[in-house]
């Protein structure tokens, strides 16, 4: 018995028989085509690239030569500049060295102009030591000399008005002539007393008891001479050795010798 044969015959003109595999697929882009982001940074990143060759195509020793090609220049300029003109350096430091030497002998001469002044407004005391006894001496615009001195004082005034000493009286007698312009007060509680240990002594309060004149606060007109005593209260073992004279608070004391 024979098996039937199922296998399809093929009639003349139909078409042939079809095999089917499945579905046919699209056909794929390129990596390129899916990523246009990354292909166009790439592109750009491509560009940068090339163009920054070309630019360091620039051989670096031509651009190091340029700068000392103009340095030398510049030196070969300034040297044929000190070449053309063979004096001027001397010339130059001449006129840089002669402002000096002209400051020094200003300087000098200053200097020397200086000196005298300088001298005149010594205090006397430097000149040759401390002014002595009758010498005359110039403060604020009184001259000023003392004539004598007493002291071992106990008592001034009478009995009726006087007053006795704390220690012992010392009468400075002075002569003071105004040399301003104006009248000035001789002010007696700024001339200060020195004794043989170095203190110094105001004057005293009883001074208007004297019976010579006293000075205290005495005004003296330009060109008027006042003769009159200073009155000081000092320790009785104590020994008046200097003064010191004043003839305003804006003037210096100059100190008077009464040893001799």
Not at 136 to 153: K, M, N, P
Not at 226 to 234: C, M
């Amino acid at each position: 018995m024979s098996t039937p044969d199922h296998t399809p015959h093929h009639q003349p003109g139909s078409p042939g028989p079809q095999t089917t595999w499945g579905h046919d697929e699209p056909p794929r882009r390129s990596w390129f085509a899916r990523h246009k982001i990354i292909t166009g940074s790439l592109v750009v990143l491509g560009l940068f690239i090339i163009i920054g060759a070309w630019g360091g195509d620039e051989d670096p020793a031509d651009s190091a030569a340029q700068p000392s090609a103009t340095s030398t220049s510049s030196a070969e300029e300034g040297a044929d500049s000190s070449a053309g003109s063979p004096g001027s350096t001397a010339d130059e430091s001449a006129a840089e060295e002669a402002p000096a030497e002209t400051s020094v002998e200003e300087g000098t001469t200053e200097d020397a102009a200086e000196a005298p002044a300088e001298e005149a407004e010594a205090p006397a005391e430097q000149a040759g030591g401390d002014p002595q006894q009758g010498d005359v001496v110039q403060i604020g615009d009184f001259e000023v000399s003392v004539t004598g001195v007493e002291g071992g004082l106990a008592q001034i005034g009478d009995d009726m008005l006087g007053e006795e000493a704390q220690g012992q009286f010392v009468k400075v007698m002075v002569t003071v002539e105004n040399t301003g312009d104006a009248a000035e007060y001789f002010l007696d509680s700024e001339q200060k007393l020195i004794d043989d240990s170095d203190r110094q002594h105001s004057t005293s309060s009883a001074s208007w008891m004297l019976d010579e004149e006293s000075l205290f606060l005495t005004e003296i007109n330009p060109g008027n001479r006042v003769e009159g005593v200073l009155l000081y209260d000092i320790p009785a073992d104590a020994v008046p050795t200097a003064i010191d004279l004043q003839g305003g608070f804006f003037s210096s004391p100059v100190r008077v010798s009464l040893d001799g």
